[in-house]
């Protein structure tokens, strides 16, 4: 079984949620998470935070915020385990950031010190 990372990318970081749409999102992904983590897929991953992130450039420039020439922004990961990144894409596809227009899951394999597997 090989290990996938599921990176959440949100189209525009600087839109702003009200409290009861970010509430409505967490419980869809813990629902979704869950899901997953039943069948024991879910290795581990977290959320990211948006405030208080920096870029590190070529020659050491740093700027601040998560974005770089690009609008979106990577919300948060997770690591699963699947039999093949079919299965993974299929688990990303459950994924409520999915809702939201522009919005994508990319599907990574995680490199092993053996290579891919």
């Not at 991953?45 to 070529?58: E, M, P």
Request: charged fraction near 20%; charge should be negative.
């Amino acid at each position: 079984m090989n290990e996938y990372a599921l990176i959440m990318r949100h189209e525009d970081g600087h839109k702003v949620a009200t409290p009861q749409q970010i509430e409505i999102w967490m419980n869809q992904t813990r629902d979704w998470m869950n899901s997953i983590a039943a069948p024991n897929k879910v290795v581990g991953g977290t959320g990211l935070l948006f405030d208080g992130a920096k870029v590190v450039w070529h020659n050491n420039v740093v700027t601040s915020g998560p974005l770089g020439d690009i609008k979106e922004t990577i919300g948060g990961y997770i690591i699963i385990k699947a039999t093949s990144i079919d299965e993974a894409v299929a688990f990303a596809k459950g994924c409520p950031v999915l809702q939201g227009d522009g919005n994508s899951v990319e599907v990574r394999q995680i490199a092993r010190n053996d290579g891919p597997q």
